[in-house]
């Protein structure tokens, strides 16, 4: 008896009645077994809701500072390729001559417009038709001196598999761009 009065005692006051509205329908529980009037549920929603607001944080950064020195030496001058002018054969003139001797070239005046580049026995030149400057010039890689001075490619694209693999650093950069 006891232990039924403290579980009552302990819940405090019964809960009011919620309010109701004479506009909306009753809706009511299954009929209670002991007689007593329906339970019935609320009728109304409640007008306003809760609302959250979460908390702002300011995120704030440092900038990095980076100093440049005053006293900077000058970095030297990008170099075109690793294959000098060349001092003594190929020669221009030997160049031209062995295009003309080419049955892929035409049969008009040409001269070299740049070069010849060395690189041991190998040698890169551009020539072009005289007189045609809107002509595309030709590349020209050869191999050899003097009597022994052979063309391994001419063209608008002279980077082929036999210079990729055989040709000296030097040439290579200037035939491919490597």
């Known amino acids: 008896m006891v232990g039924a009065l403290l579980l009552s005692a302990s819940c405090g006051a019964p809960p009011e009645a919620l309010p109701t509205s004479p506009s909306l329908p009753r809706l009511s529980a299954a009929p209670p077994a002991s007689g007593a009037a329906p339970a019935t ?39 075109r390729s690793h294959a000098p002018r060349c001092t003594g054969e190929p020669t221009a003139a030997q160049i031209v001559t062995e295009l003309k001797e080419s049955p892929a070239v035409p049969d008009k005046e040409l001269t070299v417009t740049d070069g010849p580049y060395c690189a041991g026995t190998w040698a890169f030149a551009t020539a072009g038709l005289v007189g045609a400057e809107s002509a595309e010039p030709l590349s020209v890689v050869t191999t050899g001196k003097g009597a022994t001075l052979a063309i391994v490619t001419a063209g608008t694209d002279v980077c082929n598999p036999r210079v990729k693999a055989e040709a000296p650093a030097g040439i290579r950069v200037l035939a491919c761009g490597e």
């Open 41 to 79: 549920l609320p009728t109304t929603l409640p007008t306003t809701m809760p609302t959250y607001t979460p908390p702002t944080t300011v995120y704030t950064t440092t900038p990095v500072r980076t100093t440049v020195p005053t006293t900077a030496t000058p970095s030297p001058s990008p170099t």
